[in-house]
């Protein structure tokens, strides 16, 4: 049966049946984000024209899902948005809280945490209303990861350890990794290295007994920063290298470009610029294939930093130019503040204390608004031509 335009000619009978056909095909590219989108589409049609409001709201919520992964958040706000009031006709609350924790999720990816906490805490009171144990401690592991976005490592310590609590009770060992590694990030975010490094040794244990490879990788990375961070970057070396061979053994290039860039930031630390740029030239290349555009932000700006580092101001200036417009692309209001800030000081170095007077009190005005810059995950460090 050809599914490239709505006959009006069909049963409803046969309708439903192409609808079901066009979601398993949909469900089968889920590889390949944009074939899915079209095939979505399609059904999208088919469902308002059967009326079934219940797989529109599916296929709308699954919209949005394919947008989030093609890193388009805002589009898939509105898919949400749409999902959420179709979720809210038909009282379902079950969706309803879905659709409010994935709108959270977008929210964040945007920048917007306080917005995202706001979903959050309305899919938290939902998912507790209906007893959803699974997902109410998914959300709080979410409301400590936005609080520890915003810089409120302590508050989010709070969230991480009710999570933690609930995979214990379900002995879900898999969320039970996932929040000790979570409680890992917070207590670096505060200092509390030793802590961190339990944590995150807690987290590899588990990943490597439910034989969760990627996972491993992940938090072998961590460890590698928790040693960086420690001053011992010969040992976080070690961390990175493992991390780096997983991800090139599952075929994680995300990950794979992510240890590259730490592997730069370290190889920057010990002095050897040339390799830091080697590498973070490649963690470059990767987000780039990728179509990764958080990631290439992310690197343009530490090539910038190990310019500052060999005392070259005006390179780095260029990489930081690109490093911000590509975070004002994208929303990414935490690392557009950081960039702000190293193109302050290396105008700074290039004696224009006007001009750098003029990126610091925008990356203040980001940091007031309660966006700072995030020591963990997915950001860098600001640029410092001044020492």
Not at 135 to 162: F, H
Not at 322 to 332: F, K, N, W
């Amino acid at each position: 049966m050809t599914t490239d335009a709505l006959s009006d000619d069909l049963t409803a009978e046969q309708k439903r049946a192409e609808l079901d056909a066009i979601l398993n095909a949909a469900s089968a590219n889920e590889g390949n984000r944009k074939e899915a989108l079209k095939l979505y589409e399609r059904a999208l049609a088919i469902a308002r024209d059967l009326g079934d409001r219940r797989t529109e709201g599916d296929v709308l919520g699954a919209l949005g899902d394919a947008y989030a992964d093609l890193d388009q958040p805002a589009r898939a706000i509105a898919y949400y948005e749409q999902a959420l009031a179709i979720a809210r006709a038909l009282d379902d609350r079950h969706e309803e809280g879905s659709w409010l924790d994935h709108l959270g999720n977008a929210y964040h990816v945007l920048g917007q945490t306080k917005r995202a906490i706001a979903y959050f805490e309305q899919a938290l009171a939902i998912v507790r209303e209906v007893d959803n144990r699974d997902m109410e401690g998914d959300v709080l592991g979410k409301l400590g990861t936005a609080y520890l976005t915003l810089g409120q490592p302590a508050r989010a310590i709070g969230y991480y350890e009710q999570a933690l609590g609930i995979a214990r009770a379900l002995s879900d060992r898999r969320g039970e990794g996932t929040w000790s590694g979570a409680l890992g990030n917070a207590c670096r975010d505060l200092g509390q290295l030793p802590q961190a490094i339990e944590h995150y040794e807690q987290a590899l244990a588990i990943a490597r007994e439910v034989g969760d490879r990627r996972k491993e990788g992940d938090v072998l990375g961590k460890l590698g920063l928790a040693y960086a961070d420690l001053g011992q970057p010969e040992r976080a070396l070690e961390y990175y290298e493992q991390a780096l061979a997983i991800a090139r053994a599952v075929g994680d290039r995300r990950i794979e470009g992510d240890v590259l860039g730490k592997l730069g930031n370290v190889y920057d630390a010990l002095g050897q610029r040339e390799r830091a740029i080697e590498y973070c030239e490649q963690a470059l290349a990767i987000a780039r294939a990728l179509g990764d555009r958080r990631g290439e932000g992310l690197w343009l700006g530490n090539l910038g930093i190990v310019y500052c580092d060999l005392g070259q101001p005006e390179r780095a200036i260029a990489y930081y130019e690109q490093a911000l417009g590509i975070a004002r692309e994208i929303g990414d209001r935490r690392n557009e503040g950081l960039w702000l800030v190293s193109l302050g000081n290396a105008y700074l170095v290039l004696g224009q204390p006007e001009r750098a007077i003029v990126y610091y009190e925008q990356a203040l005005a980001i940091a007031r608004g309660g966006q700072p810059a995030h020591r963990g995950g997915h950001t860098g460090q600001p640029g410092d031509c001044l020492r």
